[in-house]
């Protein structure tokens, strides 16, 4: 049964236009072609990236974070309740007014101290500004860098200034060897982003981060093995052009330059909304869309490349919604914060606090009461 759907999926029809094969794809006259075990590399690869990315957090987004002088702020932490922590485990870490007289009952703590208990608590698991600083330093580096390859890549092919040539010859295109690192670096690093989504700092866009790698690591391996590899560095050259910005604009948010990160963020909205928002459908899609039917009827691999192409415009006019959005706060000063942002809660004194606050002259277990209050506007 494995081999009879093995055999179907790679069905020369699906995949290839008319009159064509997998046979006049392989090795022969000099050519060389993309093949799908190629992509095997991608998976030890993407462990060699959280290897890399693990070492340059320690050796030297650490180091400039300190240079930079990011701080965290210090937390007050949640007393030990094995009642309340089985409850903020199992159930939800956002109880009703209902589950905190019930729990007031079987932990013996008054409805205000569960209601802090749970805001310390809350405030435990959210990233540092160190560890947002961290993964942002990575992914600028990785990014700038992709961009500057991408850039090298494609600067003598004709298809980088023509995109019509993008179709010339196709699908019977020779692979370059800069395009199979080009190709293996990228489908590596989104590999490692993906396996590292669950520990990496969580937004309120998570979910559409999943579909944007997933459909990105699909789009990438559909493209390498029916050889729409020209077409696919130019969508990722195109994606590259403005992560560097947005990153770097946060790091420069969590290190208090605050006038210079919403300058930059700018400068990002801007190039976000030509390359992904102008260039990519004028371009890239219309390039993918109109002109194959030109040399090969349709077939379910053409439709296949654009619907994946649309699922990722479709997130790119979202994520523009917001980037809009912030940018007109930034420029009429009325940003308060990211709304993709996980800010601390703050923990206000109650009445018993307060009464031991005024005989020691601070707030439980000696510290002052901090409230992470920070506008990161780029986070």
């Known amino acids: 049964m494995l081999q009879t759907f093995y055999d179907y999926f790679w069905w020369h029809r699906l995949w290839l236009p008319v009159n064509l094969t997998w046979a006049d794809l392989e090795d022969k006259e000099g050519r060389v072609y993309a093949k799908a075990s190629d992509l095997y590399v991608t998976i030890p690869l993407a462990f060699v990236f959280l290897i890399i990315r693990y070492v340059f957090e320690i050796s030297a987004a650490g180091p400039l974070a300190h240079l930079l002088g990011v701080k965290d702020k210090v937390r007050l932490k949640a007393a030990p309740s094995p009642v309340l922590e089985k409850f903020y485990s199992c159930s939800t870490k956002l109880p009703r007014q209902i589950d905190l007289e019930n729990l007031s009952k079987a932990s013996r703590l ?145 290190a208090g330059w605050k006038e210079t990160g919403n300058a930059i963020f700018i400068v990002f909205a801007l190039v976000f909304i030509i390359t992904r928002i102008i260039l990519l459908p004028f371009w890239i899609l219309h390039c993918t869309w109109v002109y194959p039917v030109e040399i090969y009827p349709p077939f379910f691999g053409y439709y296949f490349f654009n619907v994946m192409l649309w699922v990722l415009q479709c997130l790119h006019l979202f994520w523009a919604y917001l980037i809009l959005g912030m940018a007109h706060k930034f420029i009429t000063g009325k940003l308060e914060q990211d709304d993709r942002s996980d800010h601390d809660e703050t923990d206000l004194p109650d009445e018993d606090e307060e009464d031991e606050s005024t005989k020691n002259g601070t707030i439980s277990n000696g510290h002052s009461v901090q409230n992470n209050n920070h506008h990161h506007k780029a986070d």
């Open 110 to 254: 008054t409805v205000r101290q569960v209601e802090r208990w749970f805001r310390r608590r809350r405030n435990q698991d959210r990233p540092s500004l160190q560890k947002k600083f961290r993964e942002a330093s990575w992914r600028f580096t990785f990014y700038l860098i992709a961009f500057i390859a991408g850039i090298a890549v494609l600067i003598d092919k004709p298809w980088f200034y023509d995109v019509s040539e993008v179709w010339n010859g196709f699908p019977k295109q020779t692979m370059l060897p800069s395009q199979y690192w080009y190709y293996m670096i990228e489908l590596g690093f989104y590999w490692s982003l993906l396996f590292r989504v669950a520990f990496d700092v969580k937004r309120k866009d998570f979910k559409e981060q999943i579909i944007h790698h997933v459909a990105t690591i699909i789009l990438i391996s559909f493209s390498w093995c029916a050889n729409y590899i020209r077409v696919g560095t130019l969508v990722m050259v195109l994606h590259d052009a403005s992560d560097y910005f947005l990153e770097s604009a946060k790091m420069f948010n969590y």
